[in-house]
């Protein structure tokens, strides 16, 4: 069974392993699309704090990670998950109900996010910090 999720992944934190050790656990083989750059600026109105050549070898050094690849445009999600050959697309319920429509193409499961650790939350503290 192959999985994909997407997400930025920026400052990695817990949370994200979190996510990603339980959507391997969904299947054999973990597929991860990173946003590009661009498309995080696109997104968040700012640049992510690490690149996404860093985001990349980051998650592409995790046990529970079989293969990156850049995640360039929202509005190519289904072809990437057609691309890849997914089985199930996997992503934290802050996404609830936002990828329903590709249950045409392969299984869709949101999963509870991790309390307490965000990017932001973590950009923050450190900005803060005397
Ligand atoms: N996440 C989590 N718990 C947290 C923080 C994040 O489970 N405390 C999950 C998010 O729900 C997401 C993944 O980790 O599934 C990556 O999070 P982000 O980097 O914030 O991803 P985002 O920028 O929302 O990008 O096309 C969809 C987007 O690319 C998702």
Not at 59 to 77: M, N, Q, R, T
Not at 94 to 101: C, I, Q, S, T, Y
Request: with cysteine; charged share 25%.
């Amino acid at each position: 069974m192959r999985i994909i999720t997407f997400g930025t992944f920026d400052v990695f934190h817990v949370g994200h392993v979190n996510i990603l050790e339980r959507a391997k656990a969904q299947g054999d083989y973990l597929i991860v699309g990173v946003s590009s750059d661009a498309l995080n600026f696109s997104k968040k109105g700012r640049n992510p704090i690490y690149s996404e050549h860093d985001r990349m070898q980051i998650l592409g050094a995790l046990k529970c990670v079989d293969e990156v690849f850049v995640e360039e445009s929202l509005e190519l999600k289904e072809q990437y998950i057609l691309e890849n050959k997914a089985d199930m697309l996997v992503m934290g319920d802050d996404w609830e109900g936002k990828f329903d429509h590709f249950r045409s193409v392969c299984q869709v499961v949101y999963m509870t996010r991790t309390p307490s650790i965000s990017t932001t939350a973590t950009i923050e503290i450190v900005k803060s910090l005397p």
